[in-house]
């Protein structure tokens, strides 16, 4: 959601330049510059978005390849709030409709709506998408091995609908919520000409549904870039046949973030995250190790857990260098016999604070891990 306030800027600078050089110049020294430093600054372009706005979207994920896409975002006005009797300041609502496509093939397009309710007391998301998925799927076991290294791509190309509410417990920054999420596809492997067995009809079609339920937690001091303050979240997924699913399992998840400031503008971030699944899985349902450096999906587990720290050096009050690194653990899928898997990647990049008042930053990380290098857009936080 705050990725369509982070990025709109780009395009509407663009679209401001192309009308009017001259209006452009002087709105942009009014609005982009920061009096404080005389450097570039979109605190208050951010924090004044209002009506419709241009969204470019940008992809990095390394298992989908590169690609771009286009988001045309509403912004409602936003309520006023008492700051003594509301603390709290919640992102404004919107609604978007949004389309992309990668440099591999897949591509998605949709809607959706982000609505903040009753003094921030309730939040509400609902999607709806249409998606065309291309990626690669690495078994383990005996499968592995008739498959290699390489792994067997597949397609997955369907519609999903999400529907998720939270409630703001009092006055408070813990939150509890529950969600819907409903996919209906077709499955298709890319089998080899040359496997050395025959393996079973490689296309199925299938429905996925689930409720879920959640607790939150979230003290940190910036929606964008948190530098200082702790956030959590437990959550538990239930996909049934009630619900209009095909495979019957469930889900357990949390996460945990630290944020420990050093001095003005550096500060060192914590994550520690854990996944697992028990039932009749699907091969795309198991958790992955998510870290900068690994493809989605590279290292699946019964149960996952990563952990990753990340330091934010601030060279200037504007410049910053990030050095992170983390590890995944995954245990053996019983389905396929075999083992568990510990690996490793980290990387380096750089952050430009594009709104101070915001704590808003910006930059390229490029990270290294077991098989490959990759190169990342980094808006706001990288988790």
């Keep these: 959601m705050n990725k369509f306030v982070k990025t709109g800027l780009a395009s509407t600078l663009v679209a401001y330049a192309m009308w009017s050089p001259s209006v452009f110049s002087g709105w942009f020294k009014d609005t982009m510059i920061d009096p404080q430093d005389g450097m570039l600054d979109a605190s208050d372009y951010l924090a004044s978005a209002k009506g419709f706005l241009p969204v470019p979207i940008i992809i990095t994920e390394p298992a989908v390849g590169y690609g771009l896409g286009l988001a045309v975002a509403y912004f409602h006005p936003p309520k006023e709030l008492d700051d003594e009797e509301h603390p709290h300041h919640g992102p404004p609502s919107i609604s978007v409709g949004f389309g992309a496509k990668t440099e591999n093939g897949t591509y998605m397009y949709g809607g959706g709506h982000s ?6 007391h309730i939040r509400y998301v609902g999607a709806i998408a249409k ?22 791509d597949f397609n997955i190309d369907g519609g999903v609908l999400l529907q998720e509410v939270q409630f703001r417990l009092k006055e408070s920054n813990w939150w509890l919520g529950g969600g819907y999420v409903y996919v209906s596809a077709d499955n298709t492997f890319k089998l080899f000409d040359d496997l050395p067995v025959d393996l079973p009809n490689p296309a199925f079609e299938f429905d996925l549904g689930a409720l ?21 979240k437990l959550e538990y ?9 095909d495979f019957d399992y469930d889900h357990y998840s949390g996460e945990l973030f630290k944020f420990i400031p050093f001095g003005d503008y550096s500060s060192l971030g914590l994550r520690l995250e854990g996944e697992a699944v028990s039932g009749e899985v699907p091969f795309f349902g198991f958790p992955f190790v998510d870290l900068r450096g690994i493809p989605a999906m590279r ?37 396929f016999e075999g083992k568990n898997n510990t690996v490793a990647a980290g990387g380096l990049g750089f952050r430009y604070r594009l709104a101070r008042k915001l704590g808003f930053q910006a930059g390229v990380d490029v990270a290294r891990g077991p098989e490959d290098t990759s190169v990342y857009l980094t808006i706001g936080n990288a988790w």
């Design 299 to 335: 290292y699946q587990g019964q149960d996952v857990v990563t952990g990753e720290v990340e330091y934010l050096w601030g060279v200037t009050p504007r410049w910053s260098v990030v050095f992170f690194g983390g590890v995944g653990y995954t245990s053996a899928i019983k389905d």
């Design 212 to 232: 879920s339920v959640f607790f939150e937690y979230d003290g940190t001091d910036s929606t964008f870039t948190p530098t200082q303050g702790l956030s959590g």
């Design 115 to 120: 609505g903040v309710w009753k003094d921030d």
């Design 237 to 245: 997924q239930n996909y049934d046949d009630n619900w209009g699913s």
């Design 131 to 152: 998606m065309n998925i291309n990626m690669t799927f690495y078994p383990d076991g005996l499968i592995g091995e008739i498959v290699g290294p390489q792994g067997v």
